[in-house]
Each structure stands twice: as C-alpha cells, then as structure tokens.
C-alpha cells in the first residue's frame, strides 16, 4: 500500500506537475503513512485474535483450530481482503500510475525519461514478481480449505510448504526496494552523501567530485529534474 502511495505521489507530479509547499507535503505523508499502518493492522487483528498455538504430529503448530463457524467465516472475508486491499488494489494503482508516467514521459523531451521509465517498469515488476506467488498460493490454500477444490493429506502439505517458499519470496521484495530506490535514484544517492558529508565521513570536494561525476553520467541539468524523473 505504501508502493502504491508513492506510485501516486509521482503521478501527481510528474503528469500533472503538481508540487505542494513543503511543509503540507510532509504533514500529508505522515498522516497517509499512519492510516496504511491502521489498515493495516486492522487486517491483521483476525489472525492475532483468531489463531491458536497447538500440537500436531509432535510439532507446534500456529494455526486456527477451534475459532468456531464465525471465527473461520471472519478469517475468510479478512483473507480475500488481504488478497484485494493488500496486493491487487496497490498493484492496479501502480499499473495505472506508472504507465501514466511512462506515457507522460515518452511525450516529453527530458534528458532523463528513458531511465525513470526503466524505473517504473522495474518497481512494478518486481513487485509483481515477488507477491504474485505468494498470493496464488494463499489463495489455493483458501480454496483447499473451503473444499472447493479436492482435499487431500499430499495437497495440503505441498500448500503449506509452497506457502513457507512464497512467503520468502514475498518479504525478500522488502529488501529489494531500498536497493531499487537507492542506488536507481539519483536523488536519493546525492542526499545520502550528502548525509556522509554533514557526519564527517567525506569532505565536502569528495562530495562535488561525486555530484560532478553523477551529473556527467546521466546529463542531469538540475535537482528538480532529478526529483522528478528519477522518482
């Protein structure tokens, strides 16, 4: 959801060039960020409420087991929830998003267009690739339990264990992002050396040699150039 937050943000400024004052912009930020954590701890009160540790096979086991027919029936609507609010909707918004951008982009003259639309299709994609099995998998895992599809002892262990790998999977995307935000984004590596300069880890010519040699390789004219079209 945060993903797709900011696939909106650049929306709005790169098609539309729209650039809030400052201060407003951060205040937005935080609040928006704090009602994707509400929602999204909201969707996770289910299984924090509904889940039960036991034993199986010698194992232990957190799953649900004695929730009763209205526990499971709200597991249920919370799962297809999670399947829509959490993946589908923020992947139907950067779909959107992004091509509006590349489209905006491809009309332009910009000097950096051709990298920022490799940016956008390269967060997309990634995170197309690293939640689209997970949530497959959940899915037929939902199935299996409501006994639509035929239920047997090879199945759900093959389900439980693709959900395990999935699931990886799935969380490595969380590490891919600051990687895929850092070191793509020119801004974001210029302000984190900056940020080395202000502690003391460089000198400020280090910095400008960095600034210079950055400017050179990607034909950057200005900061605002930067923020824009490298998101």
């Known amino acids: 959801m945060l993903l797709g937050c900011i696939s909106v943000d650049r929306y709005l400024a790169i098609v539309y060039a729209i650039h809030t004052y400052r201060n407003r912009r951060v205040r937005s930020i935080h609040l928006t960020c704090m009602a994707i954590w509400f929602i999204s701890l909201v969707l996770t009160l289910p299984d924090l409420v509904l889940m039960e540790v036991w034993l199986y096979n010698n194992q232990t086991v957190c799953s649900l087991q004695q929730a009763g027919i209205h526990g499971s029936n709200m597991w249920l609507a919370t799962r297809f929830l999670y399947h ?25 003259q910009r000097l950096q267009r051709q990298k920022a639309v490799r940016v956008a299709i390269l967060v997309t994609g990634v995170f197309l690739l690293c939640w689209s099995p997970y949530h497959v998998v959940i899915f037929l895992d939902t199935l299996d339990k409501l006994e639509i599809i035929p239920n047997n002892c090879g199945l759900a262990d093959r389900l439980s264990m693709s959900i395990i790998v999935t699931e990886v999977l799935g969380f490595t995307h969380c590490c891919l992002n600051p990687v895929l935000y850092a070191f793509v984004g020119v801004k974001f590596r210029n302000d984190f050396f900056r940020i080395l300069r202000d502690l003391g880890c460089i000198s400020q010519e280090t910095l400008q040699e960095i600034l210079d040699v950055t400017r050179k390789s990607s034909g950057i004219e200005s900061d605002t150039i930067t923020s824009v079209s490298t998101f």
């Not at 829509?84 to 332009?108: E, K, N, T």
Request: proline letters at 4%.
């Open 84 to 108: 829509i609010v959490g993946f589908l909707m923020p992947l139907l918004v950067m779909c959107y998003c992004y091509s509006a951008i590349v489209r905006a982009l491809c009309q332009s």
